[in-house]
């Protein structure tokens, strides 16, 4: 089984910035898609930003204008980079790996907490 290890949360005042990491175990099996997740007090949880191994990304709505997601196919990590955070960013940021070839997977990490204070 693919673990997915998510780092790099943690409180920030607002205009802050904030950079997760997500690692993969067992790199032999590389994830087609990566991505990041995110969930608010009471909310759905929602795209933030997914990437290809080829590196197309795709992003949530109201997500490209200070996020950025980018990867590192060697080491199986992605990672988001979160500029100029406001408090509605708060939230538990998950990290998401798929593969559609042998093996297949769809992975969830634990979940990172990035809280914004105004």
């Known amino acids: 089984q693919v673990q997915l290890v998510e780092s790099g949360g943690g409180l920030v005042q607002a205009g802050g910035s904030l950079r997760l990491s997500c690692a993969a175990s067992?790199?032999?099996?590389?994830?087609?898609?990566m991505g990041w997740y995110r969930q608010a007090p009471g909310n759905q949880r929602e795209l933030v930003a997914t990437?290809?191994?080829?590196?197309?990304?795709h992003y949530g709505d109201s997500m490209t204008d200070r996020f950025t997601i980018s990867r590192d196919n060697a080491k199986n990590t992605v990672y988001l980079h979160l500029d100029s955070l406001k408090p509605e960013d708060t939230g538990v940021y998950y990290c998401?790996?798929?593969?559609?070839?042998?093996?297949?997977?769809?992975?969830w990490g634990q979940g990172t907490q990035v809280t914004v204070s105004s």
């Open positions: 998401n790996a798929v593969r559609s070839s042998w093996p297949p997977f769809n992975y």
């Open positions: 067992k790199p032999q099996y590389t994830a087609n898609t």
């Open positions: 990437i290809t191994t080829g590196g197309i990304t």
